[in-house]
């Protein structure tokens, strides 16, 4: 495939209307007199193919240049490849420019070594269309969360470092500290907890409720259920209910976490929303995420809806 190309103006339109103006007025000038101050007989104006009049000496200018130039490909670029081959997460987004940078690039198509389907990656995107690949995959590596409840669970370890900033971010700002609810979750654990779900409200109620097998984000290890501890542990229901809650949802983006399923969201993501559900991507595209507005993960990648299962 061709790649694309810019069409980059040598002259800009707003310095071509005035250069055409200019000649206007001369051509004007020079019509009305001659050598010795006699007046000539006006100019014949001469009309475009598309019926508009124009004197001859707006007609007389040069065309103006096009010149086609390559567009540039991130994923060219040495800076990214080593990042990629380092597998260094951050390192791969600071090599795109930032967070914004990358995500523009991303949504655009224009970055085919990005992989939104890479379940070792903080950017994949996990949806009722886009299952883990493999269906059983699991984290390299995990670590403990300082506050959780009975059977939380691990993370990721990079994720329950960032667990732990945002829990005691939250308690120095005066909101309480947040304890782990529920981490990873192997996929047969995620065969259990589907199944419950569905059992106890039906298909069509427990695919709202809980991701089927190998469709979970909490089988990454980059999701975490989180509840507030700021008066004694909590449930995960009343969590967006909380100090805690509404400081997670204005500040989580700081340590790298977004609510993954927010209100008014359930046609784009296909789950009620869960305030207590975080997601971590990142600091760079937590902060883009915010900065640009974004409400769900396949916004912000320029993804199709994912409210129902395919097959």
Known sequence: MQPPVVFMLFVTIGLAVALIGAL????????????????????????TSSGIVMPDAATSLPAVRLRAVAAVDPCAQPAVQQALASGGDDAVVAA???????????AAGSAPCIDLADPSREWVVVNKAR??????????????????VDDAGSLRSDVAQAVDRL????????????????????YATQVQTYSGQVAQYGQAQG???????????????????????AHGCGDIDSFGGTDDG???????WQYGFIVRYGGGQ????????????????GVALATAYHDGGFSTLE????????PAYVG
């Open 131 to 148: 299952p883990l690949n493999p269906l059983t995959f699991a984290p390299a590596s995990f670590g403990d969360v300082a506050l959780s």
């Open 299 to 306: 916004q912000f990648f320029g993804l199709s809806a994912a």
């Open 24 to 47: 206007w007025a001369l051509a004007d000038g020079s019509a009305q007199r001659g050598p010795g101050g006699a007046a000539r007989p006006a100019p014949t104006p001469t009309a």
């Open 266 to 281: 359930t046609a784009v993501t296909g789950y009620d929303p869960e305030p207590w559900h975080l997601r971590y991507v």
């Open 207 to 229: 695919d709202a409720l809980s991701a089927r097998p190998g469709h979970s984000e909490h089988q990454t290890g980059l999701a975490a259920d989180v509840v507030s501890c």
């Open 167 to 186: 829990s005691d971010a939250a308690d120095a700002a005066g909101a309480g500290p947040i304890a782990l609810a529920s981490g990873y979750r192997s």
């Open 246 to 252: 509404a400081w997670v949802a204005e500040n989580g």
């Open 96 to 106: 795109f420019g930032g967070g914004a940078a990358f995500r523009a690039a991303v």
